[in-house]
């Protein structure tokens, strides 16, 4: 098992950057796939970048080029780079971590990340 917590979310304006982070309970070394989906209000939720244990990631068309996905395994967190936010980013991201193919995916609670326009 493994519990995430992320941080970093809040209001920023157009074109502004942030970055989020996400605390993992326990090492994150042999984690297979961690990851960022995000919740819009009436949306279903969607993934946004995945990072595998070798370190392959892959982003939404709608994220690419302008987030960056990493890890930081002696720290025991994942990190999602925002940059040139727009409006429609706004959402509720969420933390995800996958142990094996063969388990379950954990989540963590969510931060909020409003863009304004």
């Known amino acids: 098992q493994v519990q995430l917590v992320e941080s970093g979310g809040g209001l920023v304006q157009a074109g502004g950057s942030l970055r989020l982070s996400c605390a993992a309970s326990r090492s994150i070394f042999s984690i297979n796939l961690m990851g960022w989906y995000r919740q819009a209000p009436g949306k279903q939720r969607e993934l946004v970048a995945g990072i595998l244990s070798g370190g392959s990631t892959n982003y939404a068309d709608s994220v690419k080029g302008r987030f960056i996905i990493s890890r930081d395994n002696a720290k025991n967190t994942v990190y999602l780079q925002m940059n040139s936010l727009k409006a429609e980013d706004t959402a509720v991201y969420y933390c995800?971590?996958?142990?094996?193919?063969?388990?379950?995916?954990?989540w963590g609670q969510g931060t909020q990340v409003t863009v304004s326009s």
């Open positions: 995800y971590a996958r142990i094996s193919v063969a388990e379950m995916g954990y």
